[in-house]
């Protein structure tokens, strides 16, 4: 891991995260001392088997679920002890999620699902349709802003939604599995728009997927096995 003394503060710090599930008089330990730090503008990939805690990780890292002890910290400030509120208060403002299904509204427009999420932090229509349309525009959908999702392909479906995460500019975005659900010249296509959307905007982000030549295009891999998190080195088969 990244030495914070050399470099920005990170993000994200995952410490000695464990979580288990019983099944009957089974214990299942998803995690078991997982411990990891994500800095700004950094896509790192989260890689594993199937059934190794990706989700879990992302929900605990995202404060929608709880683990069973370590801490997560996000931009510095100790999140596990918040009440709910705050918790919800602290995704509103810090974070970005994105999902293999892209969960858009489908009674309002491309421009209007990017637009809502502002309005609710408080920021004017006017001007949270201005970074709407110019997010949307980045990501190539500027002549498709007042498309309704059932109007979008699945990938410009899917850059909507990316947009969205991003729209309240926030510090860390995690996403699950965000082009798994299409196919791989639009998978591409999307990955694309991702990774430049997170340089340019340097926001840290944390992505889980389960294709591995997309994975070793990131700035950093990280894979979750037997309930930790182990970085991959460069070059290295994940």
Not at 85 to 99: H, N
Not at 106 to 126: C, D, H, T, W, Y
Not at 160 to 186: F, H, K, M, S, V
């Amino acid at each position: 891991m990244m030495d914070a003394s050399m470099g920005p503060t990170p993000i994200l710090r995952l410490s000695g995260l464990r979580r288990s599930f019983h099944q009957g008089p089974r214990e299942i330990k998803v995690l078991d001392g997982a411990s990891a730090e994500i800095y700004p503008g950094q896509a790192v990939a989260l890689v594993g088997p199937s059934g190794a805690g990706k989700s879990t990780l992302l929900h605990i890292a995202g404060l929608l679920e709880s683990a069973d002890g370590g801490s997560v910290a996000i931009d510095g400030r100790e999140c596990m002890g918040l009440s709910d509120r705050e918790r919800t208060r602290v995704r509103r403002a810090e974070m970005g999620f994105v999902y293999q299904f892209h969960q858009l509204l489908p009674e309002f427009s491309a421009v209007e699902n990017v637009v809502i999420p502002q309005m609710i932090l408080g920021r004017g229509k006017r001007e949270a349709k201005k970074r709407a349309t110019g997010l949307l525009t980045s990501v190539g959908l500027g002549e498709r802003l007042s498309h309704r999702p059932a109007e979008l392909s699945g990938g410009e479906q899917q850059r909507t939604a990316i947009c969205r995460a991003l729209a309240n500019q926030p510090r860390l975005l995690l996403a699950d599995e965000p082009t798994g659900n299409l196919d791989p010249r639009t998978s591409e296509r999307v990955f694309e728009a991702l990774v430049d959307l997170i340089h340019r905007t340097g926001v840290a982000a944390l992505i889980a997927t389960h294709n591995h030549e997309l994975a070793a295009r990131m700035d950093r891999t990280i894979r979750l096995a037997d309930g930790h998190l182990i970085e991959v080195a460069p070059g290295h088969a994940v």
